[in-house]
């Protein structure tokens, strides 16, 4: 019994080794993710999703080292969580430096007219972005006034307005409702006084 816990929480690896591994890998991959763009973040096609899989499987290890026990692994997620929280509490509190390491927003559809050098710059195809869009929901590029991707892979969508006759249309055919549910109302009180 006192194998296996030796096995389960000994630590082979020197604690400071333990704390550092994790912070050196946690800011690799954010500067990494950082210079290859909101892409990777966004998982856009089959390629982005397997390069993502497998920079957790990359680096593993370089986190771990050679310690495979419970207690090892335990110290490297709560030192990457405690890493994580630090920065973004710190990023929170300075968000010049947090606009700086995030970027800015890419603005792909203004105005409904697709911008060919920012999806260029992000390495964006139409048939992708037309993925994206009907998977919010739209059937096409042509139904949005504006898409922004997010410096965190997310994409926002802004719908085109109605045209100003679809909406007269649209009111129209309310207020006949409302006529046509009155009438009916009316009819039946006068069906019972009779």
Not at 55 to 73: K, M, P, R, Y
Not at 74 to 90: D, E, H, K, S
Not at 112 to 127: C, D, V
């Amino acid at each position: 019994m006192h194998e296996i816990t030796a096995h389960l929480f000994t630590l082979p690896v020197p604690l400071l080794e333990k704390i550092i591994r994790p912070i050196l890998v946690y800011a690799f991959l954010v500067v990494l993710l950082r210079v290859f763009g909101k892409r990777e973040l966004a998982q856009l096609n089959p390629f982005d999703l397997v390069v993502l899989l497998s920079l957790s499987n990359t680096v593993q290890n370089a986190i771990i080292g050679e310690d495979n026990s419970v207690a090892g692994g335990m110290v490297g997620a709560l030192i990457l969580l405690v890493t994580n929280y630090i920065v973004v509490r710190f990023l929170f509190r300075h968000r010049r430096l947090d606009q700086l390491m995030e970027g800015k927003p890419s603005i792909l559809i203004k105005e409904g007219h697709l911008r060919k050098s920012e999806m260029a710059k992000e390495l964006l195809t139409t048939a992708e972005l037309q993925s994206v869009i009907r998977r919010q929901g739209f059937e096409g590029i042509h139904d949005i006034e504006t898409c922004i991707l997010e410096p965190g892979g997310a994409f926002s969508l802004k719908p085109k307005s109605p045209p100003a006759d679809v909406v007269r249309h649209t009111e129209l055919m309310q207020r006949l409702e409302a006529l046509s549910a009155q009438v009916a109302a009316m009819e039946e009180k006068m069906a019972r006084q009779t």
